[in-house]
């Protein structure tokens, strides 16, 4: 499998000639979904879900399908009918030829008086976890954890435990687009030296054999 970093949170998944993308949300890049077989969204926050985004991506394939939770399915079934799935915590299904699961409930606490969405995170092909936002630990063995690294709700002790609870052999970066190149080789060198797993950050572009 090969895996691509596109911007922020998002992710490209490719084998045997069909394509998996996660979250491509409106810090991602404008045809983060073109090419997709099926699309995957993890919450409604707009740097994951981005309407735009989702109907380059539906439109160009009339086979693409797009699964997600129920408040970003309600805001896309109308337009795409019969190719709008709605998921929850504990769901597994095969779509495009891979294999996945469903994990976690609500999006980690940014401040008590922000209400919690729904939030959900991707195991696909029982190896690659996407968490989205929130440190959710799945029933299962990790390989590759998509680690959110930076954002208002998380901080780099928190980062650094969750990688050691979830001990994945390696880490690659995500939810890193409110992080400047200055900041980027201090929390590598704090993920890939405390975390106990493999640290790899992706430029967007950029990718590697998953």
């Not at 998944?13 to 993308?21: A, H, I, N, Q, S």
């Not at 954890?145 to 650094?160: S, Y």
Request: charged letters at 20%; glycine letters at 10%.
């Amino acid at each position: 499998m090969k895996l691509t970093k596109n911007g922020h949170a998002c992710v490209r998944l490719e084998k045997d000639g069909r394509t998996l993308v996660i979250d491509p949300g409106g810090w991602s890049e404008d045809d983060a979904a073109a090419g997709a077989d099926v699309i995957l969204v993890t919450h409604e926050h707009p740097d994951h879900f981005n309407e735009a985004r989702l109907r380059t991506g539906l439109e160009a394939n009339p086979a693409t399908e797009l699964w997600t939770l129920a408040s970003v399915a309600d805001q896309m079934s109308a337009a795409f009918p019969g190719r709008v799935h709605t998921v929850g915590h504990g769901d597994a299904f095969t779509v495009a030829g891979f294999d996945v699961q469903v994990h976690g409930e609500l999006h980690a606490v940014i401040h008590p008086d922000i209400p919690r969405v729904t939030n959900v995170g991707y195991l696909v092909d029982g190896s690659i976890f996407h968490p989205g936002d929130a440190l959710t630990v799945p029933n299962h063995p990790v390989d590759t954890l998509l680690l959110p690294l930076q954002a208002p709700w998380n901080k780099i002790f928190d980062v650094i435990e969750y990688v050691r609870e979830i001990k994945p052999q390696r880490t690659i970066d995500v939810h890193d687009g409110l992080l400047n190149d200055q900041a980027r080789p201090l929390y590598d060198s704090l993920v890939g030296g405390l975390g106990g797993a493999d640290h790899l950050r992706l430029t967007p572009g950029d990718a590697t054999d998953a």
